[in-house]
């Protein structure tokens, strides 16, 4: 029977709501004021709202391209406008938000009221794939401020580096609708499951721990003609036939963030993104997409790097790289620790 890499819920827990596990993390953090989860509160009430536009897609008039572009150069899909709406209206009322970050915003949405968070997000990622049905996702990272509490807030508040994200997490819009959180390492990484019935997340991936390896490899090969010698050279690794190491892996690649990175959580293996000719910095975006699952990679074990192997003395966790501007991009590899340390030996080997 496969060993999951979360502790399954039994029956008489299935109970426990994402609202009451939020609120138990609350009650284990001396001095917790509320506002923490309060925040978190309105980034669940988004998530069902844009869940429950994401399942009528198929039938409303949301299908098809707004026409315009956003900040990335991309078509922008209608739900993807739909989504960033209910994010940012939902955080703005919530009033515990000083800052916003968004991919469908150019700038920072700054805000009084004296909010302490800051959250970035990519409110509908992947959505190039929301006309052929395939799982779509929302990522959001969350700061405290780092400006006077009582000001309005400022695009620095989210400039800040993953080492300092107090929550992050992804929701999953597919087969179902999953909730997936770390507010950090001591507390771990928990998945909630989508009850559309009655409208409530419950508890389903308890303190889900990444498989210390695993058997699949998650990049697009369709890039390999503009991957550095060295990114042919792993992947060709993994091809080989070899027993003792389980190799050749399966290739397992969705193209969109959040189905490709859930499914290595869950099961192990190594997903990649790396730079290459035509995306010299990489392509995701390092403070609502990287940075995120970096965050609950680390918090379940598991590793994230920026796919570069760590000069002496420097590191390349993608945690700890430093943003210089809101939509930056950086090169993304997270997964198994053992996969993502073969990932960098074989690197360090073919000099790269
Ligand atoms: P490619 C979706 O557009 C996205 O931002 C991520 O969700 C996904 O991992 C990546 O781009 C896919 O990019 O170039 O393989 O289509």
Known sequence: ??????????PSAVGIT??????????MSPGATGHFTALLYQIMLAAKLVDARVRQAGLADVLGV???TNVQGERVQKLDVVANEIFCTMLKRGMRTCAIASEELDHAIVLDGGGRYAVAMDPLDGSSNIDCNVTIGTIFGVWRRRSESMERGHEGDLLQPGTA?????????????????????????????????????????????VPKRGNTY????????KWEPSMRRWVEHLKQEDSATQRPYGARYVGSLVADAHRTLVKGGIFAYPADTKSPKGKLRLQYEANPMAFIFEA??????TGRAA??????RVLEVVPESLHDRTPLVLGSPDDVDTFERLLVESGA
Do not use: C, K
């Open 1 to 10: 029977m496969q060993q999951h890499s979360w502790r399954p819920v039994p």
């Open 165 to 209: 994200l107090r929550a992050a997490g992804y929701i999953a819009y597919g087969s179902s609708t999953m909730f997936v959180y770390s507010t950090g390492p001591r507390f771990g990484v928990h998945g909630f499951t989508l009850d559309p019935h009655i409208g409530e997340f419950f508890l389903s991936h308890e303190d889900i721990r």
């Open 300 to 305: 379940a074990g598991g590793r994230a790097i």
């Open 66 to 68: 707004t026409g315009d």
């Open 218 to 225: 998650s990049v697009n090969e369709g890039n390999s003609s």
């Open 311 to 316: 000069a002496p003395g420097a590191s390349n």
């Open 18 to 27: 994402l609202e009451q596990h939020i609120a138990q993390q609350m009650a």
